[in-house]
């Protein structure tokens, strides 16, 4: 696969290594690779995302050159041809990216001239990380969990007048639960534009996560109406097998 140019490398002052592909045999919610920094090797989950985020370029060089990523790319690529076929102005697109984590869809997304972006991440790392990396590009980043109505995410996020909502590769895996995703489509207006990326499983008749449920009943009350949906390789597992995902392209049309 070829790497997404959109996505740069950052920092090097580390050594990745991935388990032989013969004995990578854990399921994709418990691969780990090894990284050294300073002489000293850790173990890291793919999920442990605020050690991730915390040595630049490590995401970058793990999930996009090694496995070959491709979800930000095939999102932009959904959003891209929607727009043109509306004709409408990308800059009067104001994204609220969930699960943002360092920001490399954001900063997909800004290769098609959007401007505005609005990140929501649970973890602090994940918001340090977006600014050390790629500074100024979003105009707000909320670190919050959004189901905490403490946590003031709604009311930061209703002032920004949002009109989509992005959430790729963050769905499921014990990241976002459909609650908050559910949450996440409250705070953008109606109609806003919806995309987001899922395990292919997840949105089938036996999935047992709650999204399949959820994105029925939304579109059986007419509050979200899928205008695209792609099949697409997200990426290469540590085993080098190709893991699938669902890109979707939505619209909100009513109050959720
Ligand atoms: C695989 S990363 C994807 C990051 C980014 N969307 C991308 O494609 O590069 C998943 C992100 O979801 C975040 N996440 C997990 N649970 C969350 C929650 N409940 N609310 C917001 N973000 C969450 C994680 O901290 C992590 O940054």
Same mark, same amino acid.
């Given at each position: 696969m070829t790497p997404d140019p959109a996505v740069r490398s950052i920092g090097t002052d580390f050594v990745l290594r991935l388990p032989d592909e013969a004995s990578a045999t854990a399921s994709q919610d418990? +691969?780990? *690779? +090894?990284v050294e920094v300073d002489g000293k090797t850790r173990r890291l989950r793919f999920h442990d995302y605020s050690e991730i985020?915390?040595?630049p370029g490590l995401y970058e060089r793990l999930i996009y050159e090694r496995l070959g990523c491709q979800s930000p790319r095939v999102i932009a690529g959904l959003i891209r041809q929607e727009l043109a076929s509306r004709e409408a102005d990308p800059a009067d697109v104001r994204v609220l990216d969930l699960g943002a984590g360092n920001g490399i869809v954001a900063e997909e997304l800004a290769e098609l001239e959007i401007e505005h972006f609005v990140g929501v991440d649970i973890i602090p790392e994940a918001a340090q990380a977006a600014e050390r990396d790629r500074p100024g590009l979003y105009a707000e980043y909320v670190v919050a969990d959004m189901l905490d109505p403490a946590s003031g995410a709604a009311e930061r996020l209703q002032r920004q007048r949002l009109n989509a909502l992005? *959430? %790729?590769a963050a769905l499921g895996f014990g990241d976002i639960p459909p609650d908050v995703f559910c949450e996440a489509l409250?705070? %953008?207006e109606t109609p806003a534009l919806v995309a987001y990326t899922i395990k292919d499983a997840f949105l089938g008749e036996k999935d047992e996560s709650g999204f399949s449920d959820l994105v029925d009943r939304l579109e059986r009350d007419g509050s979200l109406v899928t205008l695209q949906k792609e099949r697409y390789q997200h990426r290469l597992s540590w085993a080098g097998e190709p893991l699938h995902y669902v890109a979707v392209l939505a619209e909100k049309r009513a109050d959720v």
């Open positions: 418990e +691969e780990w *690779c +090894e985020y915390s040595i992005t *959430c %790729v409250r705070q %953008v």
